[in-house]
């Protein structure tokens, strides 16, 4: 292991770094890759209410879930490297994280994950009883994730679970209801679609660990199906742009929807 010499985490003391690097600081593609359904699911929301939103609650809204999703995400990642610890020391890309490396202990890394769980209910205390019923789940979800790697190959299921509860997070946020009966044709398709792109995306970053894990004895549908990655993939996105056109039917979008979702894609 060597210390970050370039980067957001060289500016950091030394002490902070392992912590930050927990939560992958340097890697913000996997918070916009988690703030994606909830930006998502506030649009939505929209498309389920009688009035039009005002701009101040719609940004007011996006802003709280923003920081819901850095600190719950944060913590996701910390829980992770936390259960996973054993499999990591396994791997080459993983070896060396801080709980991996010991640079926290596996008491530290509880600790600080308890920390950033409370912070991420706290961001959202204003919000409707739904919503948090929804942050709960998503938590629950987040605590299983790491153990489907041990007794299943398909623990991206549960990723992509834990992501798609942002659509109807995003409309509990501002009082709508994206179950009632009128709006669960669309809500469920959308829900899938987002479930199926997290599967997609998943497999396709747990590709370059396929031999590690081989070795190790994770479980993955990249390692499933790693003869028919790309059988599989084409399968995942046909799905999702059914889904998306269903959705879209459902709804009575226009073009732009079609343009942009389903045929921009295809």
Known sequence: YTPPTKGILSCLPSSWVPYAELIRLDKPHGIYMTIYPYALGLLYASQLTSE???????????????????????????????????FDRQTARCRDRPIARGAISTLQGHVFTTALLAL???SIQNFPLESKIDGAATVLLTCIYPFGKRF????????????????????????????????????????????LLVIFYDVVYARQDTVDDLKSGVKGMAVLFRNWITTLLL????????????????????????????????
């Open 52 to 86: 039009s939103l005002p701009p101040n609650v719609v940004l007011s809204r996006f802003l709280n879930l923003a920081i819901w999703t850095f600190l719950i995400r944060s913590a996701g990642c910390a829980w992770n490297d936390n259960v996973d610890q054993d």
């Open 120 to 122: 991420g209910f706290l």
């Open 152 to 195: 299943t190959h398909f623990a991206q299921v549960t990723l992509g679970l834990t992501l798609s509860v942002a659509i109807i997070f995003g409309p509990h946020s501002v009082g709508a209801n994206p179950l009632s009966q009128g709006n669960f044709l669309p809500t469920t398709c959308l829900v899938s679609s987002i479930i």
């Open 235 to 266: 399968t995942l996105i046909i799905a999702i742009l059914t889904l998306l056109y269903i959705t879209a039917r459902s709804l009575d979008l226009g073009w732009v929807f079609f343009g942009l979702s389903v045929a921009g894609p295809a």
